[in-house]
């Protein structure tokens, strides 16, 4: 693991709610999983399309592709140095939890 760079501060994401929905038939089954992104956060906080991969697989297709699907509706805050926004690549963890209490089937 890199050691974080001297005034650097990672890119932020700005969205009340997670923008990536979780697929029904795993949410029905109870199943969680976690997966891992890399992306391209242009200076302005875009993010840069064409640089979006999973970088790391939740196992299941499903949660890496609703993972994906999101990204178009994720916003971040760009990464600065030193206080000057920069264009950054990063790793986005993508958590599917069920949350506690909720029952399956809604």
Do not use: K, W
């Not at 969680?32 to 200076?43: C, D, I, K, S, W």
């Amino acid at each position: 693991m890199e050691t974080p760079q001297r005034g650097f501060e990672p890119p932020v994401a700005v969205n009340a709610e997670s923008p990536v929905s979780y697929p029904p038939s795993l949410f029905d089954q109870g199943i969680e999983g976690t997966v891992v992104l890399q992306l391209f956060v242009a200076a302005n906080g875009e993010i840069v399309p064409d640089s979006t991969r999973v970088a790391e697989g939740s196992g299941y297709p499903e949660f890496d592709d609703a993972a994906l699907e999101g990204v178009d509706m994720m916003r971040f805050a760009p990464a600065q140095r030193s206080g000057v926004a920069i264009a950054t690549s990063f790793l986005q963890p993508v958590h599917f939890r069920i949350p506690d209490g909720s029952q399956t089937g809604g």
